[in-house]
C-alpha cells in the first residue's frame, strides 16, 4: 500500500473512536493480522494484502537490443536493454482467497 493509504486507515475509528486497525502504522505493519507492505510507488487509492504463499516470481533472461537504423547515420550505436518479470499465482484465485485487493475511490 502507498503511505498515504497507510496514514487513511490508520485514522478509522469505530464508534467509541477507538482506532480500528491499530497495527498499521507499526514498524511491521499488519492488517487483518496480514503482513502489508508500504511502497512509496504504490497507487494511492489501492491496497493489496494477505498471504503471497501461492504467488510465483519468474523473470525472464536479460535482453540486450542493438539499435542500428537511426544512430548508424551520425556514428552512433543504440542499445536497448531490458528484463522482463512477472508474478503469478499457481492456483486460481477465488472469493475466499487469502490475498485481498481493495480499492477507495
Known amino acids: 500500500?502507498?503511505?498515504?493509504?497507510?496514514?487513511?486507515?490508520?485514522?478509522?475509528?469505530?464508534?467509541?473512536?477507538?482506532?480500528?486497525?491499530?497495527?498499521?502504522?507499526?514498524?511491521?505493519?499488519?492488517?487483518?493480522?496480514?503482513?502489508?507492505?508500504?511502497?512509496?510507488?504504490?497507487?494511492s487509492n489501492d491496497t493489496l494484502f494477505g498471504s503471497f504463499?501461492?504467488?510465483?516470481?519468474?523473470?525472464?533472461?536479460?535482453?540486450?537490443?542493438?539499435l542500428k537504423e537511426r544512430f548508424i547515420l551520425d556514428g552512433y550505436i543504440g542499445l536497448i536493454l531490458g528484463q522482463r518479470a512477472d508474478m503469478q499465482w499457481t492456483v486460481a484465485s477465488t472469493s475466499d482467497w487469502p490475498c485481498k485487493y481493495l480499492t477507495f475511490a
Open 53 to 66: 504463499s501461492y504467488a510465483v516470481a519468474k523473470s525472464m533472461p536479460m535482453e540486450l537490443q542493438t
Open 1 to 43: 500500500m502507498s503511505p498515504a493509504m497507510q496514514r487513511a486507515i490508520s485514522l478509522l475509528v469505530d464508534a467509541n473512536g477507538r482506532p480500528v486497525y491499530k497495527r498499521v502504522l507499526d514498524a511491521q505493519s499488519m492488517l487483518l493480522g496480514y503482513p502489508v507492505h508500504v511502497v512509496a510507488s504504490a497507487s
